[in-house]
């Protein structure tokens, strides 16, 4: 521990891991967020891709990380339910890091290929359910904020479906656009060119009320399943041990950046929309969502290694 406090903090660049690959939506946001950090803070801010492992491997090396303000992860909320998901986790997301802000939210889309019958989700749920054999989920992966979602979706509307499983977003992208599989769940600024050149047919958003991004589209909450909303939401944690004052000073760096207008706007054009939390909140949602996932990751068996 180096003693380090917000009084002196930073004192040189600060490391902020993305454990996935360039080119993805952490990659994406912290890209946007680092040059108007170094504005704030008055010290560069280095991304490094540390990839691997479903992102565990960037994950652990942040999480054993000394304590000292200069190292950071971005991840997504999935990290609430790595212990339940990985039998061979080697951190605690919830002992092991400390939440400091929610970044930004990407909102999920629930999209058919246009050969699949009806323009709205009650119709796609009528026709899953009277021809099962002819519909097959795009699963992106195991486990993934998109899996999830489709799995509490056919099992509070009752429907039972093929899964065709892919390694990664874009692969499923693409059979649903090519219409090798029909449905698939995908965040909005993935498929919005799909979407508007007519490749894919959407149904309804997976968010609580309609987003900024795209108002005229329904949810699947309008439609009747009120407990049925999944954000796919991008959060930065420090190692357990960082000092309060210092993941204070971030945020409230982070915070300042997401009221700029240019940044908002940078965001929406990319698929995001704002959300920032304070890290006490922040802790609270992660826990949430922990608690919320354990029965059906369990009843599921999802289970990876």
């Known amino acids: 521990m ?9 004192s040189r660049p600060i490391k902020w891991i993305v454990p996935f690959p360039p080119g993805g939506g952490a ?3 912290a890209r946007m967020l680092s040059e108007r ?4 803070l ?8 540390k990839t691997g492992a479903g992102s ?3 994950t652990e090396f942040v999480a054993k990380s000394a304590p000292d303000g200069y190292t950071f992860l971005i991840n997504t909320d999935a990290i609430a339910i790595y212990p339940q998901l990985y039998a061979n986790l080697r951190y605690d997301p919830f002992k092991d890091l400390a939440p400091v802000t929610f970044v930004a939210s990407s909102p999920l889309l629930l999209a058919v290929h246009p050969s699949v019958p009806g323009k709205t989700v009650k119709e796609f749920i009528e026709t899953a359910k009277r021809e099962a054999t002819k519909i097959n989920f795009a699963n992106p992966g195991q486990g993934s904020p998109h899996h999830l979602a489709f799995e509490l979706l056919a099992r509070t509307a009752g429907i039972d479906i093929g899964q065709a499983n892919y390694r990664g977003g874009g692969p499923a992208l693409n059979d649903v656009v090519a219409g090798h ?5 995908f965040t909005y600024g993935a498929v ?11 149904l309804a958003l997976l968010t609580e009320k309609r987003s900024e991004l795209a108002p005229d589209m329904p949810t699947v909450v309008e439609a009747g399943w009120p407990g049925v909303h999944v954000a796919l939401r991008f959060v930065v944690m420090a190692p357990a041990g960082t000092p309060a004052d210092i993941t204070a000073r971030l945020h409230a760096a982070i915070a300042e950046v997401s009221k700029e207008p240019d940044y908002l706007q940078q965001l929406r054009q990319a698929g995001f929309e704002a959300f920032v939390t304070s890290p006490s909140d922040t802790g609270a949602l992660l826990r949430g969502e922990s608690t919320r996932w354990a029965p059906i990751l369990k009843s599921s068996g999802i289970r990876l290694d």
């Open 37 to 40: 950090l170094r504005a704030k």
């Open 192 to 202: 919005r060119q799909f979407v508007q050149g007519g490749q894919l047919k959407p």
């Open 181 to 185: 599989a029909q449905v698939g769940m």
């Open 56 to 58: 565990n491997i960037g």
């Open 42 to 49: 008055g010290q560069t801010v280095v991304l490094e891709n």
């Open 2 to 10: 180096s003693g380090a406090s917000a009084e002196t903090w930073p």
């Open 27 to 29: 990659d994406a946001l």
